[in-house]
């Protein structure tokens, strides 16, 4: 079996990020889905693990530099899962422990260091919860935990492999 190389994989690893970025844009511009805070910060663990993809493809590194392009890679894809697990746990929260709806995420980057922003975030709110769209049974927040899942499998063959 062929595997494809470190290179090409950073490049698929972009691309998927794309295509994850284009459905989330499809979604909020045209099926009228406004993300909630949880779901931005999904969409930032997941540029920010595409950029850096991005970036190790055009670097093109040696071993060692591959493997630090893919534990950045790691953070990122990381940071998505919990994002992730978080929002499909608020989900599945029965309705009298869903945390009542606050202001939208715009006033508290406004009003709020970024550190206690992130904080309400990731406590998570009436809206997080709200299931608005769902595909083969599945959430978005619950197919998104599942990309994030590959994703960073993929990442963690990336930091391990040996060619």
């Known amino acids: 079996m062929i595997l494809p ?3 090409l ?7 998927l990020m794309l295509v994850g970025m284009g459905v989330a844009l499809y979604l909020q511009h ?8 949880l779901c931005v910060f999904q ?8 950029i850096v993809a991005l970036i190790a493809f055009i670097h093109n590194p040696a071993a060692l530099g591959r493997r630090i392009y893919a534990g950045l890679s790691l953070v990122g894809a990381l940071a998505g899962v919990g994002v ?5 746990w608020l989900q599945h929260l029965p309705a009298d422990e869903v945390p009542s709806c606050g202001p939208g995420l715009d006033y508290w980057m406004d ?9 309400k975030v990731l406590r998570g709110s009436g809206e997080c919860a709200k299931v608005d769209w769902m595909m083969f ?7 998104t935990l599942m990309m994030f899942v590959g994703l960073t499998s993929v990442v963690v063959w ?3 492999r040996k060619a």
């Open 43 to 50: 969409r930032v663990s997941l540029m920010s693990m595409g």
């Open 9 to 15: 994989t950073n490049f698929g690893l972009f691309v």
């Open 158 to 160: 990336q930091l391990v």
């Open 84 to 88: 992730a697990g978080r929002h499909v």
């Open 30 to 37: 045209y099926a009228h889905l406004e993300p909630c805070p």
């Open 5 to 7: 190389s470190p290179r």
């Open 111 to 119: 009003t709020f260091p970024f550190q206690e922003v992130v904080q």
């Open 137 to 143: 049974g599945l959430s978005l927040p619950e197919w």
